[in-house]
């Protein structure tokens, strides 16, 4: 049971470049999530999903995609990236109140 | 539009001492609140989970609390140790976005042997 993985656990992009960051989990959670970090804040929700093939805007979408075509996985794609988008990336699944959390892609944006 | 601070932002107590981290929140209208540990360069682990109807949940030396009405949740961390230097993060449900948390900033430990 391997849980919440995430890949790549790095990744430096140039403006304008886009990228998949991947997700995934066996623990057959229904619920998940991305989340940014950034330095002096919390967590803030990019976008969520409650089910395969139906996804949710979270606080900060814009410049994210997400689809989920199976209750495993579930990429969050950056379409243009943007200085801005440089943060830490954390895939989350949850099971009742209980989130399990991914370690993480540290992502910078050049 | 729920808002969650966490005072201070950071610590540094030697070993031994009790842990003592705050949590505040604007709405008190909340689902539960859970208490994160993230250790550098890891994801979040839960700690403990308080629903709403609790004041209180232990889980072997940490203790946290809520207090709805004030806006207030603490965790206690008893005789702490050198391996609890993390930085703990408390996140809030409201019960107008169930499954959507709020999280704090968090509040960075150290403890020094």
């Known amino acids: 049971n391997a849980g919440v993985t995430q890949t790549p656990k790095f990744q430096v992009l140039k403006t304008g470049q886009s990228m998949t960051l991947q997700c995934a989990q066996d623990m057959n959670h229904e619920y998940m999530s991305w989340y940014r970090q950034d330095p002096g804040m919390g967590l803030r929700l990019i976008h969520y999903s409650v089910g395969a093939g139906i996804t949710d805007q979270g606080e900060v979408p814009n410049g994210y995609n997400v689809s989920r075509s199976t209750t495993e996985d579930f990429p969050l794609r950056l379409l243009s990236a943007a200085p801005s988008q440089t943060s830490v990336y954390f895939c989350a699944s949850r099971s009742g109140d209980t989130q399990y959390f991914g370690p993480g892609t540290r992502l910078t944006v050049l | 539009k729920q808002e969650v601070t966490q005072i201070p932002a950071a610590l540094s107590v030697p070993e031994g001492e009790n842990l003592v981290l705050n949590c505040s929140f604007t709405?008190?209208?909340?689902?539960?609140l859970q208490w994160f540990r993230q250790d550098p360069g890891k994801g979040l682990t839960s700690l403990l989970l308080?629903?709403?109807?609790?004041r209180e949940q232990t889980s072997g030396r940490l203790n946290a609390s809520l207090d709805k009405s004030s806006g207030r949740s603490t965790l206690y961390i008893a005789a702490s140790q050198p391996g609890d230097s993390a930085t703990y993060l408390c996140a809030v449900m409201t019960t107008d976005s169930w499954g959507k948390f709020q999280f704090g900033a968090g509040t960075q430990v150290v403890v020094t042997p």
């Open positions: 308080i629903q709403s109807s609790q």
């Open positions: 709405d008190s209208a909340i689902y539960n």
